[in-house]
């Protein structure tokens, strides 16, 4: 019998190997996965162990008649023993037993081998299970645990505020700057709104105008030039009469800039775009002529935070060189906050807003990292 041990990367790469040395005969004896390289056991290469058998053939006088004669011969003396029934079905039992082990063995390995998830020591895979929990990816993960793990010394591991704060840390990277509006005495300051439809611009630019008009006691006016939908018209006409502040409804950029000219005394102009899809060429060279004539200060892109995150990436790049901030909406409908996350390790603009609920001029903050963290974290969760 000649026995060999092949290595691969996976079942079926190995297995292949095994029926290409000896071919489709051979018998597996063993099957187990062991880590290659790597440091004391760690961040090594996973890899497949296969040890197969097959009986060996005479070398020589296979092919000769006289040796296929005697062999014939042979078979025809020797008579297989009858074994009693019971025995029989024993034996069958227990190769089909055997069949079913080596195939959940090998069902077990291909389902391990092709999970990305990377098993964390446990004290830390509470932390590993939590992020992703909240919707934070995979390599973004192996990435705030891995840096645990190199930057806090083991027995640290066990203290949950140095854990967190490290996670934290690595978070305010990921998450870039932050940054509200700036007031300028000398002259207004021109916020400009955009995005895609069904995001929340106008009840966002509500809460904007009337945090600033009525909180902070500055000088605002607002101009729509979302005259797509009836109700936006009358949405933010209705937020001007509550807070008191001017409304103007402009449908060429033409008339946007001769609306701007009329409020250059105020503080602050707030504009309100259609929403536009960002598939529809027409619908962007619309929104560039508005915003040429704008000129804008901030051209804030206003993303929901329900949004799955392929979608927010191509709503970024169809927008991004008209953008100059982020804000996130909607952040009290979501399951997976951890999406911010994974959206802003890709997407580089400051975050200047974020708002979680319909009441204006309430649910809206300004955005900060430690706000960011938490949020991706769960507020006042941090001993689950």
């Not at 973004?140 to 490290?166: F, R, S, T």
């Not at 008339?255 to 962007?284: C, V, Y």
């Amino acid at each position: 019998m000649r026995v060999r041990r092949f290595v691969g990367d996976n079942v079926a790469e190995t297995m292949g190997k095994v029926k290409r040395e000896l071919g489709s005969e051979a018998v597996i004896l063993q099957t187990r996965e062991f880590r290659e390289g790597g440091f004391l056991g760690l961040f090594g290469t996973m890899k497949v162990e296969i040890t197969a058998a097959i009986e060996e053939k005479p070398a020589l006088g296979l092919n000769t008649p006289r040796y296929e004669f005697k062999r014939d011969e042979e078979r025809a003396s020797k008579v297989p023993p009858v074994l009693d029934p019971p025995v029989q079905q024993e034996i069958f039992q227990n190769d089909l037993k055997s069949m079913h082990l080596l195939l959940k063995k090998l069902n077990q390995n291909i389902e391990i081998l092709g999970s990305e998830k990377k098993v964390w020591p446990s004290v830390l895979q509470k932390w590993a299970d939590r992020l992703q929990n909240r919707g934070v990816s995979e390599p973004l993960i192996k990435c705030l645990i891995g840096h645990v793990q190199q930057i806090l010394p083991e027995d640290k591991w066990e203290d949950d505020n140095q854990v967190y704060a490290q996670i934290g840390a690595e978070m305010i990277q990921i998450c870039g700057a932050t940054g509200p509006i700036q007031t300028d005495r000398e002259k207004p300051k021109v916020i400009a709104l955009i995005g895609p439809t069904g995001v929340g611009k106008t009840t966002t630019i509500g809460k904007l105008a009337a945090g600033f008009s009525i909180v902070d006691k500055r000088n605002v006016a607002l101009i729509t030039a979302d005259t797509y939908r009836v109700a936006a018209v009358e949405q933010i006409k209705t937020f001007g009469e509550i807070i008191g502040v001017p409304v103007d409804v402009v449908m060429t950029p033409s008339e946007l800039q001769a609306a701007m000219s009329r409020h250059q005394d105020k503080d602050l102009i707030f504009i309100d775009t259609a929403g536009r899809s960002p598939h529809h060429d027409l619908h962007m060279s619309e929104l560039r002529a508005f915003l040429k004539k704008a000129n804008p200060d901030y051209t804030m892109l206003v993303m929901s935070a329900t949004t799955q995150l392929a979608d927010q990436l191509k709503i970024y790049q169809r927008f991004k060189d008209l953008s100059t901030h982020f804000i996130f909406t909607k952040l009290d409908e979501t399951e997976s906050p951890g999406m911010i996350l994974n959206f802003l390790d890709q997407a580089k603009l400051p975050t200047a807003y974020l708002t979680n609920g319909q009441n204006v001029p309430d649910d809206i903050v300004a955005a900060n990292s430690n706000r960011l963290v938490r949020f991706v974290f769960g507020e006042g969760k941090r001993s689950e």
